[in-house]
């Protein structure tokens, strides 16, 4: 019973419990409020009629008195009231109320009567008054005033009861709601930790807390789905691009621990020295893009002017163009900034002079482009080389991911896979557009020009 209270449905029996407590408040004050505002105009009613009859006979005396009694019964309807007038001893003068004399002047709330002609008995609400040679009572039966209060009563009791009953069909309804919605939530975690990564929650399109609860977990599920397809592919292009570079080192050592020959031994010594360095390269690579991949909230967010670091990119990289018989053209928009990391820009766009200069022929052009547009810094990289089958362009941002042609060249495939990581930590994009001969890097970022 406890953990009834902590469900849903038990908290909006809460609540349609304390709005019932609260219209039985409103209810009983209301209630209050509107009897006295009757009582009060009862007894306006009565004084008017002591005070009117009073006036009357305010020369005359009990006869006065008398007559204006009788005249009013004569006339009397259901509303009239009821008169009572006894002398100094007790004795009756007029009127038809029947009543015991109360000892004190003033309104009595509740004094019991009998009529003495329609022998109706009842209880009245009068008001007491001392006349010269006698007493006069002025009453108003309360029967009516009853009435109104038992309609009070039974309008209030079924409100409260509306209320109560109003309130738990809500509660059963929004937490029949709230545990259905909660079981596709709750359907779809299952199924991730069984292992489909691919189920996501499904939204109404209402817009609710729900569906935006729905769409924080899915992209949350998406993240996750990346982060696991991601690591499922570093652990398979690692197992298998190292496999080559560790069997050479194997045999490396094995050869140099059957080896006799002192310079032999030295050279088999050194040449495994530079395939672990190796390695140790591609293990860094590795790490610095997985870092880099998660720098996206982290990121230090400085003013960077990106047109200036683009020259001097190409002033340090023109010389060795030059030297490998290939050329760097520019044309790079002045004043572009962004807010960023500048030395991973600067590793990015190295990344991208070093494979135009790595894996295109003698002889090629490679042109450097950068402007703005639609508020993003457009970045390009390409060259008139003979460029990259259509079917390889798409895993070309794959960690060791390599060209067939660039096989025999140097490098583990691991340049653009970092291009793309430090784009994505800046909020912007890297493709390689398919069209045209050649081979093109294209990178957006946001600008904050």
Same mark, same amino acid.
């Given at each position: ?41 009862? *007894? ?79 209880? $009245? ?9 006698? #007493? ?9 005033? @009853? ?9 209030? $009791? ?8 109003? +309130? ?14 909660? +079981? ?31 769409? #924080? ?12 397809? @991601? ?38 010594? *050194? ?46 990289? $023109?010389? *060795?163009?030059?030297? +490998? ?41 490679? *042109? ?40 025999? #060249?140097?490098?583990?495939?691991? +340049? ?34």
């Amino acid at each position: 019973m406890r953990r009834f209270w902590r469900t849903t449905t038990g908290l909006i029996t809460v609540v349609a419990l304390v709005f019932a407590l609260a219209t039985m408040a409103i209810g009983a004050i209301a209630y209050e409020v509107t009897h006295e505002a009757l009582e009060q105009q009862l *007894d306006h009613r009565i004084a008017a009629e002591t005070s009117a009859l009073l006036a009357e006979a305010r020369h005359e005396g009990l006869p006065a008195l008398a007559a204006g009694i009788h005249r009013r019964e004569a006339a009397r309807s259901t509303a009239s009231l009821e008169y009572l007038l006894v002398g100094d001893h007790g004795e009756p003068i007029a009127g038809a109320l029947g009543a015991e004399v109360p000892a004190r002047d003033g309104f009595e709330e509740l004094l019991a009567y009998r009529h003495k002609v329609s022998g109706h008995e009842g209880i $009245a609400q009068a008001l007491t008054t001392r006349v010269p040679g006698g #007493t006069l009572i002025v009453a108003a039966d309360r029967s009516d005033l @009853n009435e109104i209060d038992w309609a009070l009563g039974r309008l209030f $009791a079924a409100a409260l009861a509306a209320t109560l009953v109003l +309130g738990l069909a809500a509660a059963g309804f929004i937490g029949w709601v709230t545990r259905r919605r909660l +079981g596709r939530i709750d359907a779809t975690a299952q199924a991730i930790i069984d292992g489909d990564l691919t189920r996501r929650i499904a939204l109404d399109g209402s817009g609710s807390e729900f569906d935006r609860l729905a769409e #924080t977990l899915n992209g949350m599920l998406d993240r996750i789905e990346s982060l696991m397809e @991601n690591l499922r592919q570093v652990s398979s292009d690692v197992a298998h691009d190292l496999r080559t570079p560790l069997t050479r080192l194997y045999s490396s050592l094995e050869r140099a621990d059957a080896s006799d020959d002192p310079a032999d031994l030295h050279r088999l010594i *050194d040449s495994a020295r530079a395939q672990s360095a190796g390695l140790l390269e591609i293990f860094a690579a590795v790490l610095r893009i997985a870092e880099v991949e998660g720098l996206s909230e982290k990121l230090p967010r400085q003013h960077v002017d990106v047109s200036t670091l683009l020259e001097e990119m190409v002033e340090t990289y $023109a010389p *060795d163009f030059e030297d +490998g018989d290939r050329m760097l053209r520019h044309a790079i928009q002045p004043g572009m900034t962004l807010l960023g990391d500048r030395r991973l820009l600067n590793q990015a766009l190295a990344n991208l002079l070093d494979n135009a200069l790595r894996h295109t022929p003698v002889g090629t052009v490679v *042109d450097l482009k950068a402007c703005t547009r639609d508020g993003q810094i457009i970045l390009t990289v390409s060259d008139d080389g003979p460029g990259v089958a259509e079917a390889e362009r798409a895993r070309l941002f794959r960690r060791f991911a390599r060209a067939e042609r660039s096989r025999s #060249t140097e490098g583990h495939g691991l +340049g653009l896979s970092m291009v793309k990581a430090i784009a994505l930590a800046h909020g912007g994009t890297a493709q390689i557009p398919a069209h045209g001969p050649g081979f093109e890097v294209q990178v957006r970022l946001p600008s904050s020009t």
